[in-house]
């Protein structure tokens, strides 16, 4: 296990791409090299695996790239993914109307969702005490700010990644003995930064052992490669242009991730994600906020409850 340093990682931050190309190139060796060639890339379909991929294909042709067809995805990644040579489709054994049911609505973030729903399901007094007061751990209780989804009228759960996305994954290496390497980075989550500063591109001490060799990366890094080399991706991005305070931007999208996930919804600008599907997307807008007993996903009623405008 090695243990990293804000500092290293913000340095590695202001390198120009070239060297950034460069580190992340060494990372994905070393860790094919370590396995011996026991790899695959982890792709969405998502402008940050598009940039991995076409660098880890420089390097290993034929490298396995596998895809979760979890149905959460935006209509054009999928389209997009089908334009890609040699991918593994999985699939969730569960949708993500069953995954509600079974679980609850992913709000807010992934850490304030499972404290949620820790707190409503947990048998020991000794964790419910830490959600909801602290008892020495202050960064692990629920902020005052959330603490009312305690009594939400629906079910609130973190399960739904899980279920989708890592367990099909997951066997997926229990069957083939392959190692994944994705395309996360430090700056999308503090947990995402503090897994860097724990554990470095190259996660050999992890329980699910992983390479994030672009960790390091950031949002305008990705735009820029995609520019400077040609790379074609998803459409629902739209152009990249110059964005006189971040550098560069989409016109389309900014992130996309699972259409129907309501994680960070409360610190969008407006028009919000859901603002946006419901021009883009009006059918699978309707299906989302369609109410549960009539078919749809009921995301309506807990938007207006935590209240974020749809």
């Given amino acids: ?9 913000a340095q590695k931050r202001s390198l ?26 982890s792709f969405s379909g998502g ?22 067809d979890t149905g959460l995805e935006y209509p054009e990644l999928r389209e997009f993914v089908k334009t890609i040579d040699n991918v593994t489709w999985l699939k969730p054994e569960m949708n993500f109307r069953k995954v509600i049911e079974n ?3 992913p709000v807010v973030s992934k850490e304030t969702s499972q404290k949620i729903y820790e707190v409503r399901h947990t048998h020991s007094e000794k964790l419910r005490n830490i959600r909801l007061y602290g008892e020495g751990h202050s960064s692990s209780k629920i902020a005052e700010r959330w603490k009312f989804l305690i ?20 066997k997926y290496e229990k069957t083939t003995g392959f190692h994944p390497i994705v395309a996360t980075m430090a700056e999308e989550s503090e947990l995402r ?13 992890m ?12 949002e305008c890094d990705v735009l820029e490669y995609l520019l400077t080399y040609d790379v074609p991706y998803a459409s629902v991005y739209g152009e990249i242009v110059e964005d006189e305070k971040n550098g560069l931007k989409t016109t389309g999208c900014q992130r996309t991730g699972c259409m129907f ?7 969008e600008p407006s028009p919000n994600k859901f603002q946006r599907m419901a021009q883009t997307h009006p059918t699978i807008y309707h299906y989302c906020m369609k109410p549960w007993n009539e078919g749809g996903l009921g995301l309506a009623d807990v938007l207006n409850f935590i209240g974020i405008e749809h």
């Fill in 193 to 205: 930064k503090q897994s860097w500063l724990k554990y470095g591109c190259n996660a050999f001490g």
């Fill in 47 to 68: 402008k940050d695996s598009t940039v991995l991929l076409h660098i880890a294909r420089q390097l290993y042709p034929d490298i396995p790239t596998v895809y979760c």
């Fill in 207 to 218: 329980k699910r052992p992983m390479s994030r060799p672009m960790s390091f990366w950031t």
């Fill in 151 to 170: 009594d939400a009228p629906f079910e609130v759960s973190h399960k739904c990644c899980e279920v989708m996305k890592k367990r099909p994954f997951r």
């Fill in 16 to 41: 120009p791409l070239d060297i950034k190309i460069s580190m992340t190139k060494m990372r994905i060796q070393q860790w094919y090299l370590f396995h011996g060639g026991d790899v695959y890339v």
């Fill in 1 to 9: 296990m090695s243990q990293h340093f804000p500092w290293e990682l």
């Fill in 103 to 105: 679980y609850g609505y």
């Fill in 261 to 267: 996930c309501m994680y960070g919804c409360h610190m």
